[in-house]
Nanobody, 115 residues
């Protein structure tokens, strides 16, 4: 079993920046971030494979950047130009690569964008 440990998040003003980090207990095929707000389904924000292939949701392109340090089994989500609608619990996610389904989840970290 792979454990994902998140850090970062918190409170930012609109237009501000935050970074969330996640470290896996071992190397896995892909890592990324989902987010969820009350009453809504969890949505994929960004993912990155060990090869460097990146996915970014349309709503965050140009504002969020995902990067990965394979030596540290870590993934980082840099969030700039934050909007109130980015407020959510952000969950680190991991894929083993066997299927397209997420295999591992972090505990979630709150990101709040408010003035």
């Amino acid at each position: 079993q792979v454990q994902l440990v998140e850090s970062g998040g918190g409170l930012a003003q609109p237009g501000g920046s935050l970074r969330v980090s996640c470290t896996a207990s071992k190397m896995i095929f892909a890592m990324g971030w989902y987010r969820q707000t009350p009453g809504k389904q969890r949505e994929l924000v960004a993912s990155i494979r060990g090869s460097g292939i990146i996915y970014l949701a349309d709503g965050v392109k140009g504002r969020f950047t995902i990067s990965r340090d394979n030596a540290k089994n870590s993934v980082y989500l840099q969030m700039n130009s934050l909007k109130p609608e980015d407020t959510a619990v952000y969950y680190c996610s991991g894929w083993s690569g066997l299927t397209s389904a997420v295999d591992y989840w972090g505990q979630g970290t709150q990101v709040t964008v408010s003035s």
